[in-house]
């Protein structure tokens, strides 16, 4: 299965994104938010089975955007269902929010997806909140993730 963007973005926004497999001549296009303030971002495949994985996001305005979700979506049904959005998302004690920064890659049979993940946690003085980024995997059934290493300095 081959995933290709056309080129048309608006910023960061993906505009529309197309999908064939190898031996097929023509791309099918991707089902896209009909909501205009919604964009998907970090397409990646599972090399050996026909998942496609999407990071979804919401404009807030001024050029920021906002995590909503990952998307599964099943090919070649292009059928899209939420996997893990940032209500699943347990926070410990002190921290303010988590969200998928980046998704990078997910492993041949679709069971893992590795990301950078953003975590904002409170300040030791309760003055303010420091945001770090980690590199993480997440089990596709369970939505377990496992801390590989903090990124320090890095932002996604």
């Not at 303010?96 to 993940?117: E, H, I, N």
């Amino acid at each position: 299965m081959l995933i290709v963007n056309t080129g048309e973005r608006e910023g960061l926004r993906l505009r529309r994104m197309y999908v064939r497999h190898v031996s097929e001549q023509r791309y099918t296009e991707l089902p896209y938010p009909k909501d205009p303030g919604f964009s998907y971002h970090d397409p990646v495949v599972a090399g050996e089975a026909p998942l496609l994985f999407l990071s979804q996001w919401e404009s807030r305005g001024g050029g920021g955007f906002d995590w909503r979700c990952l998307l599964l979506c099943e090919l070649p049904s292009l059928a899209i269902r939420p996997l893990l959005a940032p209500h699943d998302l347990v926070l410990a004690t002190g921290e303010t929010g988590k969200w998928v920064a980046s998704l990078l890659g997910a492993s041949p049979t679709g069971d893992r997806l590795f990301c950078s993940m953003g975590r904002s946690v409170v300040k030791p003085d309760g003055r303010g909140e420091t945001v770090t980024y980690e590199l993480c995997s997440l089990d596709v059934s369970t939505r377990a993730l496992n801390v590989h290493t903090v990124l320090g300095g890095v932002f996604f």
